[in-house]
């Protein structure tokens, strides 16, 4: 399927530390965004990133896309307890008119 | 706060009520979009409204039947619901028709059939 998969599915850190997410998909895409979820809440949207871009920079959030290994990344600088939620890739296949999203990363920032 | 409303935030229902969730956005965003998230799977797009038309059905059941009266509205009305279907159901929307656009979130809709 397309959906996208996110390594790893949870992670623990440090208040202050860095925070690195990886998206794979399978298909061709127009976009890929990332989405954050506090628990039982909506997603609200990060950042988008597209098809013919490499990086991208939003605040302490730093996107890379990379076609070719049909993957991306989510970097949070200077992690804060606040930023404790789920992340989630979700890709637009190239054509089609549908975003599908991944399973997200459970990040916990300890105080 | 996203624009993005919806109620209940919280539904408890038996497999032969009748009940319909309500989403309101007031961003004068063109699309709206049903989702529905269950534990440990991805979310899923259930449907599409452009300017007020379904554009997409995602092989939804028939036990779910959106309605979009107009483009800031977007109803799901559930009836004869199975306990496989007791999930987090997401609206969304966006300026643009189009799912390759940002789209902002409501906070949900928490439902348990029994």
């Known amino acids: 399927s397309q959906q996208g998969e996110e390594d790893p599915q949870a992670l623990s850190i440090q208040e202050g530390e860095n925070a690195t997410m990886n998206c794979s998909y399978k298909?061709?895409?127009?976009?890929l965004q990332w989405y954050r979820q506090n628990s039982g809440r909506g997603l609200v949207h990060l950042i988008l990133?597209?098809?013919?871009?490499r990086e991208k920079h939003s605040g302490r959030l730093r996107v890379t896309l990379d076609t070719s290994k049909k993957s991306s990344s989510l970097l949070i600088t200077a992690s804060r307890a606040a930023d404790t939620a789920s992340y989630f890739c979700?890709?637009?296949?190239?054509?089609?008119?549908?975003?599908?999203f991944g399973t997200g990363t459970r990040l916990t920032v300890i105080p | 706060e996203t624009g993005v409303t919806q109620t209940p935030r919280h539904l408890v229902m038996g497999m032969t009520n009748k009940k319909s969730l309500k989403c309101e956005q007031h961003l004068g965003h063109n699309a709206m979009y049903w989702y529905k998230q269950s534990a440990k799977k991805p979310l899923e797009l259930m449907f599409v409204y452009n300017f007020k038309e379904q554009t997409e059905n995602n092989s939804v059941p028939s036990r779910f039947s959106p309605e979009c009266p107009n483009s800031s509205h977007l109803f799901l009305h559930l009836h004869t619901l199975q306990p496989e279907d007791s999930a987090l159901y997401l609206c969304a929307s966006s300026m643009e028709p189009s799912v390759s656009e940002t789209q902002y979130f409501g906070p949900g809709t928490r439902l348990l059939v029994l």
């Open positions: 990133i597209r098809s013919n871009e």
């Open positions: 979700a890709t637009v296949q190239t054509g089609a008119n549908n975003l599908f």
């Open positions: 298909t061709s895409i127009n976009n």
